[in-house]
């Protein structure tokens, strides 16, 4: 018999490894993953699906300083964060024509490139959109 | 993120948004989106 949980959850790539964070912002009690979150999808067997980090793909710089998304808005940092949501949009798809279901997808806020309210303009932070959530609760 | 949510809002899957600092709002909305999975 096949015992295979068939639910998934997306997740931002620091949310189970901190250590991809830019220098200096990792502040708080979790050093590698976000427990709550992982332990809660651990506890209800449900698949979790790493998404790149656009960050330190980018021009491999896993070790680097935070920008805000001034420094990161140029072109060539949009086509890569296009390729990345394409890649993540076919797997999406794939997931969901093969009868699984997805739960969610987790962002970070105040990230550049994973925020969903919240980003970080190196003047501070900036309410972004605020309709992702929202709207799947119009439903 | 945006461009991720652009190329698949017609699926309707919940984006969560968590703030490392003040973690409850959206433990709790993952949370509220698994027990519904689990009474489905």
């Known amino acids: 018999?096949?015992?295979?949980?068939?639910?998934?959850?997306?997740?931002?790539?620091?949310?189970?490894?901190?250590?991809?964070?830019?220098?200096?912002?990792?502040?708080?009690?979790?050093?590698?993953?976000?427990?709550?979150?992982?332990?809660?999808?651990?506890?209800?067997?449900?698949?979790?699906?790493?998404?790149?980090?656009?960050?330190?793909?980018?021009?491999?710089?896993l070790v680097r300083e935070p920008k805000g998304i001034g420094k990161y808005n140029t072109k060539e940092f949009n086509e890569h964060c296009e390729n990345i949501a394409l890649k993540v949009e076919k797997q999406i798809r794939q997931i969901l024509s093969s009868n699984y279901e997805i739960i969610a997808i987790l962002g970070i806020e105040q990230s550049p490139s994973c925020c969903v309210n919240y980003i970080y303009t190196n003047h501070g932070w900036k309410k972004e959109k605020d309709y992702l959530w929202k709207n799947y609760m119009k439903r | 993120m945006e461009k991720l949510y652009e190329k698949i809002k017609d699926l309707n899957i919940p984006i969560i948004g968590i703030n490392r600092k003040y973690i409850n709002k959206s433990f709790n909305q993952l949370k509220t989106l698994i027990n519904n999975e689990v009474v489905k």
Do not use: H, T
Not at chain 1, 23 to 47: A, C, E, R
């Open chain 1, 1 to 61: 018999m096949d015992n295979r949980s068939k639910k998934f959850v997306l997740v931002s790539f620091c949310l189970m490894a901190q250590s991809y964070q830019a220098q200096g912002i990792v502040k708080y009690q979790w050093k590698s993953s976000i427990k709550p979150f992982m332990q809660l999808l651990l506890d209800n067997d449900i698949n979790i699906i790493q998404m790149p980090c656009a960050e330190a793909e980018f021009g491999n710089q």
